[in-house]
């Protein structure tokens, strides 16, 4: 099994260009791309773990256009079907920190596209130690930001889920990218104003969208987070 600097580059280059995608600051297009020409440099250098991890963001790739297009279903199968495949080398190759991130992916195409949180939970719950013990931050801040999301959205325990999206958050400042810290905040605030706490929800929203202003996050993320704020400072409902 070789290392191959050309992989590695590629993987890197492909990695923000998706990124900068999903914060409407690139093109998904040229994330695909790259990273397609990263797996097939790590298949001819024998790279199995740069492999592994240019399926598992190509993945993404359909993931993140799923939520550009309402969630759109038609290449969930797709999707999935890419984040095991990196799982597989992930194990074969004893890869812990890329096996937590495609456990990670597969709980994501159930929850956020299938609606299954039965199903998505047992990935999550087995990615979150996995994370803990070799992920970066990034990785292990989506893992407690989605256990939040669970203990709200099937529990309604949102004292469990604030300390959980709190924690993500703590993580995304680790990790530094001002573009991950507004969505971080941004979080906290919708599920402040779902939970009633309003007051909090406005000062966690108004601070999501100054950092998202300064980080230069716009599209559908800076909309979303703009009509959250609105509503709340309007003492409205919900956005649906």
Not at 26 to 53: K, M
Not at 186 to 211: F, K, N, P, S, W
Not at 212 to 230: K, Q
Request: net charge negative; charged share 30%; with cysteine.
């Amino acid at each position: 099994m070789g290392i191959s600097d050309t992989a590695e580059k590629l993987l890197a280059a492909g990695t923000e260009s998706l990124m900068a995608a999903s914060f409407a600051l690139g093109d998904y297009d040229e994330a695909q791309d790259t990273l397609e020409r990263a797996r097939q440099q790590a298949v001819t250098d024998d790279d199995r773990r740069a492999e592994a991890a240019a399926l598992d963001k190509l993945a993404m790739v359909l993931h993140y256009r799923a939520l550009e297009n309402n969630r759109d279903t038609s290449n969930a199968e797709a999707e999935e079907a890419l984040f095991r495949r990196a799982l597989a080398i992930q194990r074969e190759i004893g890869d812990q920190a890329g096996a937590a991130e495609s456990l990670f992916g597969i709980g994501l195409v159930h929850q956020v596209l299938l609606h299954d949180w039965d199903t998505a939970m047992p990935y999550y719950r087995e990615a979150l130690p996995l994370a803990d013990q070799h992920a970066d931050a990034y990785v292990r801040s989506e893992c407690y930001r989605h256990l939040g999301f669970y203990y709200f959205a099937e529990k309604r325990d949102a004292d469990t889920a604030l300390e959980h999206l709190h924690t993500s958050l703590r993580l995304r400042e680790e990790w530094g990218d001002p573009r991950s810290i507004a969505g971080g905040t941004l979080a906290i605030g919708q599920i402040e104003m779902l939970a009633g706490r309003y007051d909090d929800a406005i000062g966690h929203l108004r601070t999501a969208v100054e950092q998202m202003e300064r980080a230069g996050v716009g599209g559908r993320n800076a909309a979303t987070a703009a009509e959250w704020l609105r509503r709340a400072e309007a003492g409205e409902p919900v956005p649906d």
